[in-house]
């Protein structure tokens, strides 16, 4: 009997019943479709040997006019730059406490009580002691005068670190009389809280009930940042505005925008900054309004306030300078902004604004694009060459001066699987090497509570792949070499370089395939039986390497629609394979090809591979 070729349409579609998608793909993992075939996507390594502290969810990359290049990494302990491959801790210093902090150790414990009136700290904050004398025993002056993280907030007065070294009887002093302290700025969450119920208004507003969506400290810790010039600007979500200064060097920390010389009514909290590209403003989303000659200190959801021309430490508006605000007015809360082209997006939770330069004296103006099209997170659009795509609590949407919902054939897959009660974790991100933007999410079925499927989308070829990674924040290639991405893995923190090799850091990447719809023969009058399979498959292997390169192919089978598809045979297919011989009958078939979990570890290191067309034998074998 002749080959019949399989050559299948690019994209998965959950869209369609597996039946009505014949000639498609309806499942896969960690693939992508390019020049319309399917390939496994690039592995990754660690970008560094070195860590950093906490969950990152934000990451942004520059150089300096002296060509050195800079990563900021915001994450819910702190804030990092990296250079050299050394994560050098710059997160601000909220407050100070000189000769004021009393310990108190108990035998046969490493726990630090100490006592500081009205510290302000949260559990997970970091002090770092100086000026303390040994307590008497083995907990020595070395031991305490350094950075500790703080593990219990027994009071308003009171909290717990944990030190190196075990206490004795003798420990039974307090460290003495100049015992200094500098609190860095509160931590963040790793998850978020819902904003509803009480404390959502205002009868709840203070320390108790405060509204969670905009708390910096008592909610899922997000950062933006943004240069102005060769300085950064960063901005926990919720929280303060602050400055690293390039020409300072990576050992002197951020220092709080307002509190710096010069500064002019400059915003004490906010949801986001953006730094203004054609017009060097700096602009504060989610600022807290100006009252009575200063500013509040409460973040004004809807309140966009904008800084003096190259000036980011004036924003007290006077006609003699561009400062000012604007308010919006379609929805309750600003949800996040994006620059592109001649104009920075915002959106808030219901809607969608461009605010665009106009010069003096109104400086800014912003037009109302779109209602009902919000953003499900503040990290979840991304500015890609064809235009800006973003995500909402049910759709996908393009924007290039209109909004348009993509069509999507994995919509419901994605959106019904959606964890609403974590979806402030969504990012969305660009891998422009191969012309996709990747869409992150966290999964009810996972019931993790933490990011761990992605939705991938080629804006060339128009076709859609999903799979499953956890990855907090992604930055895709520009002034790096590799796309960057964060996770957590076995609690330990890793700053990975994506489409580096073929693997996941050196080791197997796990559970990589594709799978097709079903096939059938005359519409499923006749049953079909399956002889032989001759694979049409390239595999690229790494440089200087000479494995023997595989992969399984899998044909599933069953007789009905409303039957479970049964495995009927697993072949390993490899670079020398002619044919394998299949006995397999049944009404209906599909096709599964995944990486061969069972090669050698020395092999599955060295390659990825690409399916072309696949050619079956098969016949008709009857209607019984």
Same mark, same amino acid.
């Given at each position: 009997m002749p080959l019949t070729k399989f050559q299948f349409k690019p994209g998965i579609n959950k869209e369609e019943t597996d039946y009505s998608n014949e000639g498609g793909w309806v499942d896969g993992n960690k693939i992508r479709f390019r020049k319309g075939r399917v390939e496994k996507i690039g592995g990754w390594v660690k970008a560094s040997s070195n860590t950093y502290i906490g969950s990152a969810?934000?990451?942004?990359?520059?150089?300096?006019?002296?060509?050195?290049?800079?990563?900021?990494?915001?994450?819910?302990?702190?804030?990092?730059?990296?250079?050299?491959?050394?994560?050098?801790? $710059?997160?601000?210093?909220?407050?100070? #406490?000189?000769?004021?902090?009393?310990?108190?150790?108990?035998?046969?414990?490493?726990?630090?009580?100490?006592?500081?009136?009205?510290?302000?700290?949260?559990?997970?904050?970091?002090? #770092?002691?100086?000026?303390?004398?040994?307590?008497?025993?083995? *907990?020595?002056?070395?031991?305490?005068?350094?950075? !500790?993280?703080?593990?219990?907030?027994?009071?308003?007065?009171?909290?717990?670190? *944990?030190?190196?070294?075990?206490?004795?009887?003798?420990?039974?002093?307090?460290?003495? =009389?100049?015992? %200094?302290?500098?609190?860095?700025?509160? =931590?963040?969450?790793?998850?978020?809280?819902?904003? #509803?119920?009480?404390?959502?208004?205002?009868?709840?507003?203070?320390?108790?009930?405060?509204?969670?969506?905009?708390?910096?400290? +008592?909610?899922?810790?997000?950062?933006t940042h943004d240069n102005f010039g060769e300085d950064l600007i960063m901005n926990p979500r919720g929280g303060g505005i602050y400055r690293w200064k390039e020409n300072n060097g990576l050992t002197v920390r951020a220092l709080e925008l307002s509190a710096i010389s010069g500064a002019n009514l400059v915003p004490t909290v906010g949801l986001q900054v953006i730094t203004s590209e054609t017009d060097r403003h700096l602009i504060i989303l989610g600022a807290d309004a100006i009252e009575s000659g200063s500013r509040s200190g409460a973040v004004d959801p809807m309140l966009i306030a904008f800084s003096d021309q190259e000036n980011e430490l004036d924003f007290e508006p006077r006609s003699t300078n561009t400062a000012g605000s604007l308010r919006l007015s379609s929805g309750s809360l600003i949800i996040g902004g994006l620059k592109s082209r001649q104009e920075v997006l915002i959106w808030t939770d219901t809607s969608l604004y461009s605010m665009t330069f106009?010069?003096?004296?109104?400086?800014?103006?912003?037009?109302? *694009?779109?209602?009902?099209?919000?953003?499900?997170?503040?990290?979840?659009?991304?500015?890609?060459?064809?235009?800006?795509?973003?995500? =909402?609590?049910?759709?996908?949407?393009?924007?290039?001066?209109?909004?348009?919902?993509?069509?999507?054939?994995?919509?419901?897959?994605?959106?019904?699987?959606?964890?609403? +009660?974590?979806?402030?974790?969504?990012?969305?991100?660009?891998?422009?090497?191969? =012309?996709? $933007?990747?869409?992150?999410?966290?999964?009810?079925?996972?019931?993790?509570?933490?990011?761990?499927?992605?939705?991938?989308?080629?804006?060339?070829?128009?076709?859609?792949?999903?799979?499953?990674?956890?990855?907090?924040?992604?930055?895709?290639?520009?002034?790096? %070499?590799?796309?960057?991405?964060?996770?957590?893995?076995?609690?330990?923190?890793?700053?990975?370089? !994506?489409?580096?090799?073929?693997? %996941?850091?050196?080791?197997s990447m796990d559970n990589v395939f594709v799978e097709s719809a079903d096939l059938d023969v005359g519409d499923g009058n006749d049953f079909t039986f399956v002889k032989k399979v001759i694979p049409d498959i390239k595999f690229i292997l790494k440089a200087g390497t000479d494995p023997t390169p595989a992969i399984n192919f899998v044909l599933k089978t069953r007789d009905f629609n409303g039957n479970s598809l049964s495995t009927s045979s697993t072949t390993q297919v490899t670079s020398t394979s002619t044919f394998a011989s299949l006995r397999s009958r049944s009404r209906q078939i599909a096709l599964r090809f995944e990486s061969d979990d069972d090669n050698t570890e020395a092999n599955r290191k060295n390659y990825k591979w690409r399916l072309g067309a696949t050619r079956l034998d098969v016949i008709s074998s009857g209607r019984r």
């Open positions: 969810r934000a990451l942004h990359s520059w150089i300096s006019l002296g060509s050195s290049r800079f990563l900021g990494l915001g994450t819910t302990n702190k804030y990092y730059i990296e250079s050299g491959g050394i994560f050098n801790d $710059v997160t601000p210093i909220r407050a100070t #406490t000189t000769n004021g902090i009393v310990f108190a150790a108990t035998n046969g414990s490493t726990s630090i009580t100490a006592t500081d009136s009205n510290h302000g700290a949260v559990v997970g904050d970091f002090v #770092t002691i100086s000026g303390s004398a040994t307590l008497g025993g083995l *907990i020595t002056a070395a031991v305490l005068n350094q950075e !500790h993280q703080i593990v219990g907030v027994p009071s308003v007065n009171t909290y717990i670190f *944990i030190v190196s070294a075990t206490a004795n009887s003798s420990d039974s002093g307090n460290g003495g =009389s100049g015992v %200094d302290g500098a609190y860095q700025i509160n =931590s963040g969450l790793d998850e978020y809280v819902s904003s #509803t119920g009480w404390g959502a208004n205002n009868w709840g507003a203070g320390t108790f009930g405060s509204s969670s969506a905009i708390s910096a400290s +008592g909610q899922l810790r997000l950062w106009i010069g003096p004296p109104l400086t800014f103006a912003v037009n109302l *694009i779109n209602e009902g099209a919000g953003l499900i997170a503040p990290k979840a659009a991304v500015n890609a060459p064809a235009g800006i795509y973003f995500m =909402s609590k049910n759709s996908f949407y393009f924007y290039n001066g209109t909004v348009q919902k993509l069509p999507c054939t994995v919509q419901d897959y994605v959106f019904s699987d959606l964890d609403l +009660g974590q979806s402030f974790k969504c990012h969305v991100n660009l891998n422009s090497a191969f =012309s996709e $933007v990747w869409f992150f999410y966290p999964s009810k079925e996972d019931n993790t509570g933490e990011i761990s499927r992605y939705v991938i989308y080629n804006y060339e070829e128009n076709s859609w792949s999903i799979g499953s990674l956890i990855r907090y924040a992604w930055l895709d290639t520009g002034i790096e %070499d590799k796309p960057l991405a964060t996770t957590t893995i076995s609690g330990v923190t890793y700053l990975y370089s !994506h489409e580096t090799g073929f693997n %996941d850091d050196l080791a």
